[in-house]
């Protein structure tokens, strides 16, 4: 339910809602409102007809009725499921330095253009319940993760830390060159890869050879030194040809990433955790997963606890709305 186009038609929405009623309130207040003799008070009076309160009430809600509602049910729900710590709010605060920080002078501006939004209260509170509401969904789904999807996530995706050192060959291609001349330096910076294996074969010093040839130059003067890392932190080739390698093994042919080509040197590795240390880690890993693979999960998650709060919409018309947005929702094609 947070995705950004739907949550940028509920604010201005809601917005529009409430400057329509706030003008009825004004006007109320400052005004005598005439009444028609069936009690209905006008609210516009033209030559031979009249827009009365009624009126005004069925065009709203058949026009905003449904964003508007759902908008108003979340913000109490997730408001009292989930409270506010000091956790949450420096989270909170943290989203809108950011923003600040990416939009300058062009603050205001700028989050009214994305998102409807008029000023830094009003992000603050949108935040706040979108942060609320990925929590809502992250607890569904893990409500929904069996011990059995846990133990089979340890078996394959689980593994110990490991220690490397690599070499890094990038090729000195530039946008200016044509595809012949890149192809070229692509295939020098692979042959200058594989000589530095030859030399390695020879019996040269893995962590001299990075100091003199490396291109990484974050870890070239330590030798090629990366420290310990785990799945998901270096590039999908590199780590998987870093996993298969023995301690003191290093790759016989150039591993090739959008970096350059790699070296790579296994110095160390760790025993696997035991599965009772990385539950959280796992569950969190499938919550994810789960997401990326069903979006519509999110909108399921919103709606059970809708459910769990024991949501009843009186207005039938309203609740016609609101059933056929919730199925559409759930039934859109995956992106």
Known sequence: M?????????????????????????????????????????????????????????????????????????????????????????????????????????????????????????????????LKRNLAIDDYIKSTIKDKEIEEYYEEEIVGDIKASHILIVPEVTDEMTTEEKEE??????????????????GAD????????????????????????????????????????????YTKEPVKTKFGYHIILKTDEKEKPEIDDVRDDIIDNLITKKINEDFNLSYVAIEELRKEYKLKIHDSNVEKQYKDYMEALKNQPQQ
């Open 206 to 249: 893995f962590a001299e050879l990075a100091k003199e040839h490396s291109d990484d130059e974050g870890n070239a003067e330590k030798g090629g030194d990366l420290d310990w890392f785990n799945k998901g932190i270096m590039a999908e080739a590199f780590e998987e040809a870093a996993y298969k390698l023995k301690k003191d093994e």
């Open 2 to 130: 947070n995705t950004k186009m739907d949550t940028k038609k509920i604010i201005m929405s809601v917005s529009a809602v409430l400057i329509l009623v706030l003008g009825i309130i004004i006007g109320r207040a400052w005004n005598k409102i005439p009444v028609l003799k069936n009690g209905e008070e006008v609210i516009v009076a033209i030559e031979g007809s009249n827009i009365t309160t009624n009126q005004l009430y069925d065009e709203m809600k058949d026009r905003f009725a449904r964003d508007t509602i759902v908008y108003l049910i979340d913000n109490i729900i997730l408001n009292d499921k989930y409270k506010t710590d000091e956790d949450l709010a420096n989270q909170i605060k943290g989203q809108i330095n950011l923003i600040k920080e990416q939009t300058g002078e062009n603050f205001l501006q700028a989050i009214k253009n994305e998102w409807g939004i008029n000023n830094e209260k009003e992000l603050y509170d949108f935040i706040e319940v979108s």
């Open 185 to 202: 330096k692509e295939k020098e910076a692979l042959e200058k890869a594989e000589d530095l294996i030859e030399q390695l074969k020879d």
